[in-house]
């Protein structure tokens, strides 16, 4: 209800909880049944964390340990079904213990909201609690794009974009331009709703037969701003939006690139909309066809083309008309480009088709080779366990093995014994090196070495003084001996290389990296640029002031810079990259569909010359087709069972949760509608060239 969502965003006390909410030596199986009643007062379980700093007086907040039960039970409820097909096998409804005080139950609603869980309150008064669920695994046929609703109703998100995408090469560059000039949502989308339909479409979703506002215009903006002030618009844009989540179907699929002229009858200046399908046939049959000579354009010439469209095959699009008393014939498309205005009243469907270069579609959607590396094997048994069911029951196809790990021998074993392909995880910033360095730049009085951030915090400072050198040497130095160790454990050089939390992009260490590759004949590195990190939209679970996401749009800039290092010394990588974005509970299957359909628009739109293995890019007539449309992608992943005795990061229950989610994926079962051509490969199944 609103008064319920008033509740949920009414601002939380200042509670401090520690990083990790599962103390040390407390198993998920520990935690206390969701329905026992809170005790007034607990001291935490044995190995807790430090008391935090003091805070200020929380009025009902009764103890900081209660609300640390509380979300251990939330993310114990969350990584129960984590990975699960549909939720099969797991707790659906956590009911919070009746009682609680407000701040409480605000505090359940923020961490549920947190983790991806649906909360609501039920009872009145002694008896009101909150009532945890888990929504619904995304599939194939639910919308997971963004319903758009301005003077229309459409569809768009990632996936339309990455439709887009691969068409828009075949579209004159003046009329892409002239669109995104004139067009005030400079997104794609496709169009569920037009202007004139929206006042009947409200009406009919609210029970109104008097035509929503009452007035017979088909501004709906103005319309929903008269509703604003008579205190309606946020109700019936809720109707409206919450009727789409539960009638529309993500079924969509591009059919083929067409194009149309505006009608004998429409002058030049029209730019009235009209609802589609509407008006005249489509004129896409009678353009004539001559192809670009240009070796840097590949899109096609239509001198007697106005618009440039991808016609769309939609049948939740058309059942939800038909629900809603509309005709269901809606020439669905997603307008790439015009001339001098958009062209509404004319056919956009299959009669409005383009013969491709090749015959056929002109741009077939992109197929993936997924490479699907599982990082950090070799620091503890319970990780490496976890590595290799995922290889042998999931989508990982090899594994980077930390040579300096404390099992990193039986790992080695092990992966011999399942055939799981190795790579080198090096390892510059965590526990004892390999070498005799002798630096203390790069390790502690210890001589253990330096952290994540200690590492980058003394390359800044060996820059700033000047002896970057020296650092660079060190640095080469324990690459050699990391590269020695792994032979000596594999009997075989790395086919790839990475680098632990991702120095091995930093500028200063990038070159030693890349020479020592070179002259060992490392013929792969992993280069994590990864446009999802950049993009807020790509990834709004992250925020997008937060320390975490200035972390990852770092790394992926100094990714970017990095590879033409690399390609500079003939060490090659993926197209792309996923993985920055995906880690811990936020891997879902959902979420990387998107980011795999986001990385290959980017790709899309780049010239291919960056050092990446020869897919994409390129003139026309350089390759075929079906070689234009494969990308190599890698997937980073942290999959294991929670270990012990090494870290936060082990220890926490997101290493399972990765794990579930790998095994239950299949290759091309990412809830893409069919959009994703996806197979797996290993490293060494890589092109080259």
Not at 233 to 259: I, P
Not at 589 to 600: E, G
Request: charge should be negative.
């Amino acid at each position: 209800s609103i008064k319920q969502d008033k509740e949920r965003k009414t601002a939380m006390p200042a509670v401090r909880l520690p990083a990790r909410l599962i103390p040390d030596g407390v198993r998920i199986s520990d935690v206390s049944a969701a329905k026992s009643p809170l005790p007034a007062s607990s001291s935490g379980p044995k190995g807790s964390p430090p008391s935090p700093t003091p805070t200020p007086d929380l009025g009902s907040v009764r103890s900081e340990p209660d609300l640390l039960r509380l979300a251990q039970q939330l993310e114990a409820f969350a990584g129960a079904g984590a990975g699960v097909e549909g939720g099969m096998g797991a707790q659906d409804r956590l009911e919070m213990p009746t009682g609680l005080s407000g701040a409480h139950r605000k505090f359940v609603h923020t961490e549920a909201e947190r983790l991806g869980l649906a909360s609501d309150s039920e009872g009145v008064g002694a008896g009101r609690r909150v009532v945890v669920s888990r929504p619904p695994e995304p599939d194939a046929t639910r919308v997971s794009q963004e319903m758009y609703v301005s003077h229309y109703v459409g569809l768009r998100g990632a996936l339309v974009e990455a439709c887009a995408a691969q068409y828009i090469d075949f579209v004159p560059p003046e009329f892409c331009e002239r669109r995104r000039i004139l067009r005030a949502e400079p997104a794609h989308h496709i169009t569920l709703f037009g202007p004139a339909e929206m006042p009947a479409v409200l009406a009919k979703i609210s029970g109104d037969d008097g035509g929503g506002s009452g007035r017979g215009g088909t501004d709906v903006t103005a319309m929903l701003g008269e509703l604003e002030v008579t205190g309606q618009r946020a109700a019936r844009r809720h109707m409206l939006l919450k009727w789409l989540r539960e009638n529309v179907t993500d079924d969509w699929t591009v059919v083929g690139l067409g194009c149309g002229r505006k009608p004998a009858s429409v002058s030049e200046d029209t730019t009235k909309p009209a609802a589609d399908g509407a008006g005249a046939g489509g004129a896409g049959a009678a353009c004539m066809l001559t192809a670009a000579a240009s070796s840097s354009a590949r899109f096609v010439e239509h001198y007697h083309a106005d618009v440039y469209f991808l016609v769309c095959d939609w049948p939740g699009g058309r059942r939800a008309r038909q629900l809603l008393g509309l005709a269901p014939h809606a020439d669905f498309h997603i307008t790439l480009g015009f001339r001098d205005t958009d062209v509404h009243g004319i056919t956009k469907d299959a009669s409005s088709l383009l013969p491709g270069p090749s015959g056929g579609l002109a741009a077939p959607l992109p197929a993936i080779d997924l490479v699907v590396t599982a990082d950090d094997l070799g620091i503890c048994e319970e990780r490496d366990r976890g590595i290799v069911r995922a290889f042998r029951e999931g989508l990982v196809t090899c594994a980077s093995l930390l040579v300096n790990g404390r099992s990193a021998r039986g790992a080695a074993a092990a992966a011999k014994e399942f055939g799981l392909p190795l790579g080198l995880h090096v390892n510059l910033t965590e526990w004892t090196p390999l070498a005799p360095l002798r630096s203390v730049g790069l390790l502690h009085q210890s001589g253990e070495m330096l952290g994540k951030f200690g590492f980058r915090a003394a390359l800044d400072a060996c820059a700033a003084a000047g002896t970057l050198a020296d650092f660079a040497a060190e640095v080469r130095v324990e690459i050699d001996a990391q590269i020695a160790a792994f032979c000596g454990m594999v009997g075989e050089l790395p086919v790839h290389i990475d680098g632990h939390q991702h120095v091995h992009v930093l500028p200063g260490v990038v070159e030693p990296f890349a020479e020592a590759l070179r002259c060992r004949g490392v013929r792969y590195a992993r280069v994590p640029c990864d446009v999802n990190a950049e993009l807020y939209t790509a990834a709004p679970w992250l925020e997008e002031r937060s320390a975490q996401r200035a972390f990852l749009c770092a790394v992926t800039s100094d990714a970017r810079r990095a590879r033409q290092v690399l390609a500079a010394r003939g060490v090659r990588s993926s197209r792309g990259f996923v993985g920055l974005t995906l880690m811990g509970r936020h891997l879902r299957r959902d979420r990387l569909a998107l980011a795999l359909l986001n990385a290959v628009a980017e790709l899309s739109c780049g010239d291919g010359d960056d050092g990446s293995d020869g897919g994409g890019g390129g003139g026309a007539g350089s390759e075929s087709d079906s070689q234009r449309c494969r990308h190599s992608v890698e997937l980073m992943c942290h999959p294991g069972y929670p270990g012990s005795g090494v870290d936060d990061f082990n220890r926490s229950f997101d290493r399972q949760h990765e794990l579930e989610v790998l095994c239950a994926l299949k290759a091309g079962a990412f809830g893409a509608g069919g959009r994703l051509n996806v197979r797996t490969i290993p490293w060494s199944a890589v092109p080259e060239g």
